[in-house]
């Protein structure tokens, strides 16, 4: 299914199981609207290239993938809906805002820089203009993810929800890690409140099976994705997967590097060992 804001990948209903990746920065695209003055390789300094296709392989066995179809940078649909830095608008937003450190950061649900010190816009954004990007892509995202995340649930009384990422291979000034070389994978399931540390623990030996090095919770932790649809207590679970780039892309050139092939693989393998998982726990 496409529209503006997502491409859904889904199986059959006889085929689905509760089982939902989403990928919420790995579109390249930014709307003519946009009309920001950051440099092209600035901007795509924060996007997850090409993790939807890593992933890609998981509709094999059942799981539902979604992606989104508009660059992070122009709206992030892993912010709250009001994490807005109210410096970036020409006028007082009319409801209540709640900054994070993140937008104060710069990185909010519209971005202010794209990187440290390179500003996204020459220009304060009008409340309009906030209003469309909200209305035309996060709401009917986040509407999307709901919608597949809660049938899911209401099916199988048990959702497992992965929110798919990449990361630099060392932390910027942006970064609560400035400077550090970062492994090959970060789980982050904000400290045990978002999934059952079990499931958590059990990823990162299944990556760890396959020779890569695994964090969890250091140094991302999830963040909206995560937060706004886990509730592990009824069984709804959800994990943060943060890929470092080096393991399939030139962080240069963006180009798909000669591990692009191994990993895609790899993903692919994990998501069958999910599909298992999940299945034994609903028996």
């Known amino acids: 299914m496409m529209q503006d804001a997502y491409f859904l990948t889904a199986p059959d209903d006889d085929k689905r199981i509760p089982l939902i ?3 919420p920065h790995s579109s390249r695209f930014c709307p003519s609207d946009m009309q920001a003055i950051a440099p092209e ?39 709250a809906r009001s994490d ?22 710069g990185m909010g649900l519209i971005r202010r820089y794209a990187l440290p010190g390179v500003q996204m816009y020459d220009r304060k954004l009008s409340i309009a203009e906030v209003q469309h990007r909200i209305k035309r892509y996060y709401d009917p995202y986040h509407a999307q993810l709901q919608q597949l995340i809660s049938a899911a649930h209401a099916r199988f009384g048990q959702v497992w929800h992965i929110d798919c990422h990449s990361m630099k291979s060392v932390g910027n000034a942006m970064n609560i890690d400035n400077g550090a070389r970062r492994p ?34 250091d140094p991302y932790r999830g963040a909206e994705l995560v937060r706004a649809y886990s509730d592990p207590q009824r069984g709804r ?19 798909r590097s000669a591990g ?5 693989h790899n993903l692919t393998q994990l998501a069958g060992q999910m599909s298992r998982y ?6």
């Not at 692009?260 to 895609?264: C, D, I, S, T």
Request: glycine share 6%; net charge negative.
């Open 278 to 283: 999940i299945s034994g726990k609903l028996t």
């Open 41 to 79: 390789a600035a901007l795509m300094s924060g996007w997850d290239a090409y993790v939807d296709e890593l992933w890609s392989g998981a509709s094999q066995f059942g799981a539902s993938l979604l992606a989104a179809r508009v660059h992070r940078s122009y709206i992030d649909f892993n912010r």
């Open 21 to 23: 990746f989403d990928s």
């Open 237 to 255: 679970y959800s994990i943060q997967i943060e890929i470092n780039r080096a393991l399939y892309m030139d962080e240069q050139s963006l180009e």
């Open 260 to 264: 692009f092939a191994a990993l895609q």
């Open 84 to 105: 807005i830095d109210p410096e970036l608008l020409d006028q007082p937003w009319p409801e209540a805002l709640k900054v994070s450190e993140k937008s104060k950061a």
């Open 184 to 217: 090959d994978f970060v789980l982050g399931d904000r400290d045990g409140s978002a999934a059952d540390p079990a499931f958590t623990e059990w990823v990162a030996q299944q990556l760890q099976g396959q020779g890569y090095v695994v964090k969890i919770n």
